[in-house]
C-alpha cells in the first residue's frame, strides 16, 4: 500500500522564550507519514488513539496509548500513523528544563499526564505568560523531568548484513529461523552475524527479533486483532507462550499494556 507523505507542521522551529511548551493535536490516517523533518524544539508525540510509529536514524519507536515518545531538539525524525491515529504534539523549549532525557526515548503516560497534554494542546501557541496555561506548562515539563524510559525500542544498523536480516524479519516477523540459518543467507557464520548484532544494536540477534515482535504485537493490537491472532502472526505455537514472553519484556499482559491510561483505571 503507497502511503502519503505530508510535511511538518513547522511549529518546532518557533523560538518563543515566553511560551517553553507549544501544542498542537491533528488525525492521521493509517496510510501517513510525516517527512522526516529536524526542529530546535523537542517534541513529545502521543497518541491518545490508535498507535504511531517514529523514526529515526538510531532507531525505531512504536507506540500505544499508554505511551509517548520523546525527541530531543535537532534530531532527524519521521512520525508515521500505523493505524488511524489522533496525535497530539508538543514542543518543549529545552533551555528551560534541565532535566530532560537527552536521547529518543518511550516515555510511560500516566492518566494524569494524559490530561495534562489533552489541556496543553487545547491552549495551543497563544497563551499568556504568568497565566493559569502558562502554570499548566511549567506542571508539564516538572513531570517530563521526572519520567523513565520505557524498553520498548528499536535499533537500526549500518552494516549490510545485518540490515539485510533487519529488512526481511520486517517483512516477516514470524520467520522462526535461528542465528545460523540467517547467517548462511547473509554470507556469514552465525558467530560472526551475532557479535555483528551485538556491535550494531547493543542486542543480541534473539533480543532484536524479539523487540521487533513485541513492536509489531502493540501495532496489531492497536488495529484490534485479539491476542490468539497476533500470537499466531508473529510466530509462537501458542497464545500463552506470547503473553509471557510479552509480560515478562513490558510488565503487563498485552491486552493491559494497550489499553486507554483512562480506561484502564478502577472503577
Known amino acids: 500500500m503507497k502511503r502519503t507523505r505530508r510535511p511538518p507542521s513547522g511549529i518546532g522551529s518557533i523560538d518563543d522564550p515566553l511560551r517553553p511548551i507549544l501544542g498542537m493535536s491533528g488525525v492521521m490516517q493509517g496510510d501517513e507519514d510525516v517527512i522526516p523533518h529536524t526542529h530546535p524544539r523537542a517534541q513529545l508525540v502521543y497518541a491518545s488513539e490508535g498507535a504511531i510509529r517514529v523514526n529515526t536514524p538510531d532507531g525505531t519507536w512504536v507506540i500505544p496509548q499508554t505511551q509517548a515518545v520523546w525527541v530531543p531538539g535537532g534530531l532527524e525524525h519521521q512520525v508515521c500513523a500505523v493505524s488511524p491515529a489522533e ?37 495551543g501557541r497563544e497563551y499568556l505568560p504568568d497565566s493559569p496555561a502558562a ?94 491472532e497476533v500470537a ?3 510466530g509462537y505455537r501458542s497464545p500463552s507462550a506470547f503473553v509471557a514472553m510479552f509480560r515478562k519484556a513490558l510488565g503487563k499482559p498485552p491486552k493491559q499494556y494497550c489499553m486507554d491510561p483512562v480506561s484502564a483505571q478502577p472503577d
Open 87 to 123: 496525535v497530539r504534539h508538543l514542543y518543549i523549549d529545552q533551555r528551560q528544563f534541565q532535566a530532560l532525557p537527552t536521547q529518543c526515548s518511550v516515555l510511560e503516560v500516566s492518566p494524569f499526564l494524559r490530561e495534562l497534554i489533552i489541556r496543553a494542546v487545547s491552549h
Open 135 to 228: 502554570h499548566l506548562m511549567a506542571v508539564i515539563g516538572d513531570e517530563l523531568q521526572a519520567l523513565e524510559p520505557s524498553p520498548l525500542y528499536l535499533p537500526s544498523a549500518n552494516d549490510r548484513r545485518v540490515v539485510r536480516v533487519m529488512e526481511k524479519l520486517r517483512d516477516d516477523p514470524a520467520d522462526n529461523r535461528g542465528q545460523e540459518d540467517w547467517a548462511a543467507d547473509v554470507g556469514a557464520s552465525g558467530r560472526t552475524l551475532g557479535r555483528l548484532f551485538l556491535r550494531e544494536t547493543g542486542m543480541s540477534f534473539g533480543q532484536w527479533r524479539q523487540q521487533l515482535r513485541l513492536q509489531e504485537a502493540v501495532k496489531l493490537l492497536a488495529e484490534g486483532k485479539g491476542v490468539t
Open 232 to 234: 499466531l502472526i508473529l
